[in-house]
Antibody, heavy 121, light 110 residues
Framework: EAQLVESGGGLVQPGGSLRLSCAASGFTFNTYWMSWVRQAPGKGLEWVANMRQDGSEKLYMDSVKGRFTISRDNSKNSTYLQMSYLRAEDTALYYC??????????????WGQGTLVTVSS | QSVLTQPPSVSAAPGQKVTISCSGSSSNLGNNYVSWYLHLPGTAPKLLIYDNNKRPSGIPDRFSGSKSGTSATLGITGLQTGDEADYYCGTWDSSLSAVVFGGGTKLTVL
C-alpha cells in the first residue's frame, strides 16, 4: 500500500529554522513529483512547493521563496522541506503529497497525515 | 482570499444530492483540468476527482465532476452522514505559476 509519513514538525521561534521529512513507501518514488501543502489553523489548503522526480525543477509559492527549500533523496525514498526565517504566518499542519503532472493535468493523488509546525515566541 | 471561489458551506439531507461549485479564470480553470479533494481537518486529504471528471479507484460513483469554461462542479448523490467534510477544488494557475485551491466548502448532512 502506498504511504507517506511526515516528521520533523514542532515549536520554533520566529526567525528560526526547521526541517520536515517525508518517508514514502509502497510505490516507485523516483517516478513521481513530490509536494508540500499546508493548512493554517482555521484556513484552507495552501500549496507550498513541488519538485520534479530528478530534482531538476522546483516550484514555490511566492511567500516562501528564498526561505524554504524542497529537496529529495531518491535513494532513501524521501522528500524534505527546509524552512528558514520562519514567521508566525507559517504556523500550519504541513502535508507531504504525491503530485501528478502532465500536459494540463495537475493533482495530488496521495497524501500523508501531516506534521504540525508552530512558530511562536 | 483564494484564487478559486467556492461557497463556504452547503447542506442537504441524507440520501439527497448536493453540488459544490468552483469558479476561476482563464489562467487556471479555463486552461487546466480541475481536481477535487475531501478533507477532514487533521487527517490526510483524499483525492476524489481528477482531470475534471475521473475518479481514482476506490472512489464510489456517487461522486462526480464536471467543468465548463472557467467553472467546475462536484456532485455527490445519495448523501451519507460520513460525507460530512470539507471539499476543495484545485488546479494550476498559469499566470501565478502556482497550484491553487479553492477556499473549501463545508458539507453538512442534516
Amino acid at each position: 500500500e502506498a504511504q507517506l509519513v511526515e516528521s520533523g514538525g514542532g515549536l520554533v521561534q520566529p526567525g528560526g529554522s526547521l526541517r520536515l521529512s517525508c518517508a514514502a513507501s509502497g510505490f516507485t518514488f523516483n517516478t513521481y513529483w513530490m509536494s508540500w501543502v499546508r493548512q493554517a489553523p482555521g484556513k484552507g489548503l495552501e500549496w507550498v512547493a513541488n519538485m520534479r522526480q530528478d530534482g531538476s525543477e522546483k516550484l514555490y509559492m511566492d511567500s516562501v521563496k528564498g526561505r524554504f527549500t524542497i529537496s529529495r533523496d531518491n535513494s532513501k525514498n524521501s522528500t524534505y522541506l527546509q524552512m528558514s526565517y520562519l514567521r508566525a504566518e507559517d504556523t500550519a499542519l504541513y502535508y507531504c503529497a504525491r503530485f501528478r503532472r502532465y500536459l494540463s493535468s495537475w493533482y495530488f493523488d496521495l497524501w500523508g497525515q501531516g506534521t504540525l509546525v508552530t512558530v511562536s515566541s | 482570499q483564494s484564487v478559486l471561489t467556492q461557497p463556504p458551506s452547503v447542506s442537504a439531507a441524507p440520501g439527497q444530492k448536493v453540488t459544490i461549485s468552483c469558479s476561476g479564470s482563464s489562467s487556471n480553470l479555463g486552461n487546466n483540468y480541475v481536481s477535487w479533494y475531501l478533507h477532514l481537518p487533521g487527517t490526510a486529504p483524499k483525492l476524489l476527482i481528477y482531470d475534471n471528471n475521473k475518479r481514482p479507484s476506490g472512489i464510489p460513483d456517487r461522486f462526480s465532476g464536471s467543468k465548463s469554461g472557467t467553472s467546475a462542479t462536484l456532485g455527490i448523490t445519495g448523501l451519507q452522514t460520513g460525507d460530512e467534510a470539507d471539499y476543495y477544488c484545485g488546479t494550476w494557475d498559469s499566470s501565478l505559476s502556482a497550484v491553487v485551491f479553492g477556499g473549501g466548502t463545508k458539507l453538512t448532512v442534516l
